[in-house]
């Protein structure tokens, strides 16, 4: 069972930055972070594999940027530019070799206009 621990989040303005945080307790397949509004379904904001290939939402690319540590078990999320509607909870995401999906507890992501 993989455990994750999110950290980071917060209150912005719009235009400002954030980083959040996310630790494994293992060595997994992928991590990442998926973002959820009310009422609307989880979406995928970015990822990156064990192997270094990332994956990013069009609606984020060249504003935010994720990363790894050299032991593949805590990943970042640099989030710059922020515009009101990167608002949501933001949670993250690990895949093991199973392909089976972990997810943090989420955390509060608001950009003020």
């Known amino acids: 069972q993989v455990q994750l621990v999110e950290s980071g989040g917060g209150l912005v303005q719009a235009g400002g930055s954030l980083r959040l945080s996310c630790a494994a307790s293992?060595?997994?397949?992928?991590i990442g972070w998926y973002r959820q509004t009310p009422g609307k379904q989880r979406e995928l904001v970015a990822t990156?594999?064990?192997?270094?290939?990332?994956n990013y939402a069009d609606s984020v690319k060249g504003r935010f940027t994720i990363s790894r540590d050299n032991g593949k078990t805590t990943a970042y999320l640099q989030m710059n530019s922020l515009k009101p509607e990167d608002t949501a909870v933001y949670y993250c995401?690990?895949?093991?070799?199973?392909?089976?999906?972990?997810w943090g507890q989420g955390t509060q992501v608001t950009v003020s206009s």
């Open positions: 995401n690990a895949r093991d070799r199973l392909f089976k999906d972990y």
């Open positions: 990156i594999t064990r192997g270094g290939i990332i």
């Open positions: 293992e060595i997994i397949f992928s």
